[in-house]
């Protein structure tokens, strides 16, 4: 058996689990629902995690089980938003933060690829432009 393939529970301290709320344990089954929804269906979600009943213990909690995956995103606009793949592909942990770096904004979206990073029709057709004028001003 592989390093990758021995699976690993974290489990919650007794100080840690004094502090979670229960509501991460129930968000982790909706997840885990919304991912069986896209596998089935393609059908994306997305959940505002400051929304929901959440304290610091139950995010960290959540962010331990699902995990860090292999990508991670970084755009820079009005301050930093960091997508990060958990474990689980099609599961992302987002985050929009301010200039000064607090967070303004969290979710998580199940989707293959968040739509904030997939390029609009109107940019791509801006690329398209570029390359034919590109290709236009070779000299052959």
Do not use: Y
Not at 52 to 80: C, F, H, K, S, Y
Not at 103 to 115: L, N, Q, R
């Amino acid at each position: 058996m592989k390093l990758e393939q021995i699976p690993v529970l974290a489990l919650a301290t007794p100080a840690q689990s004094a502090m979670l709320s229960g509501n991460a344990a129930v968000l982790l089954q909706e997840i885990a629902e919304r991912l069986q929804q896209l596998l089935e269906g393609g059908q994306t979600a997305i959940i505002d995690l400051l929304a929901m009943p959440l304290n610091a213990a139950d995010l960290d909690w959540l962010r331990q089980q699902l995990g860090i995956g292999e990508v991670r995103i970084t755009l820079a606009a009005d301050g930093e938003s960091t997508l990060q793949e958990t474990s689980c592909p099609g599961v992302w942990w987002v985050q929009h933060h301010n200039p000064g770096g607090g967070v303004m904004s969290a979710f998580i979206e199940i989707t293959p690829v968040p739509d904030l990073v997939r390029a609009h029709p109107d940019d791509i057709r801006g690329g398209w432009q570029r390359l034919t004028r590109l290709l236009g001003d070779r000299v052959d």
